[in-house]
């Protein structure tokens, strides 16, 4: 069984920084695609950004690129998430998802393809 846990999330100003975290268990992390999508209420899952099993290659929303940063470390089963220059916009429930099956890359930008989601974390920006 695969589990994600995220942490980080928290209250900031508009321009400010936070760095979420997401802890998997399960074996063989590193072979899979991991990712973030966020959701605000009402709202349909928004994907945010996806990284290769290796971290080699990173996928970005465009309302997120170049202020958010993907990045994973294979050793400790972890994926973060580094967020910049927050926006009131940015405010939603953050989830970290890996992917159903492992080595593939293809369509990262879609709900279906991951099986597996954390519980969230809340990023709150106030302006």
């Known amino acids: 069984q695969v589990h994600l846990v995220e942490s980080g999330g928290g209250l900031v100003q508009a321009g400010g920084s936070l760095r979420l975290s997401c802890a998997a268990s399960?074996?063989?992390?590193?072979?899979?695609?991991m990712g973030w999508f966020r959701q605000t209420p009402g709202k349909e899952r928004e994907f945010v950004a996806a990284?290769?099993?290796?971290?080699?290659?990173?996928y970005y929303a465009e309302a997120v690129k170049g202020r958010f940063t993907i990045s994973r470390d294979n050793a400790k089963n972890t994926v973060y998430l580094q967020m910049n220059s927050l926006r009131p916009e940015d405010t939603a429930v953050y989830s970290c998802?890996?992917?159903?099956?492992?080595?593939?890359?293809?369509?990262?930008?879609?709900?279906?393809?991951?099986?597996?989601w954390g519980q969230g974390t809340q990023v709150t920006v106030s302006s």
């Open positions: 990284i290769s099993p290796s971290g080699g290659t990173t």
């Open positions: 399960g074996r063989s992390f590193g072979t899979y695609m």
């Open positions: 998802v890996r992917r159903s099956e492992p080595f593939t890359t293809a369509q990262p930008m879609r709900v279906s393809e991951y099986s597996y």
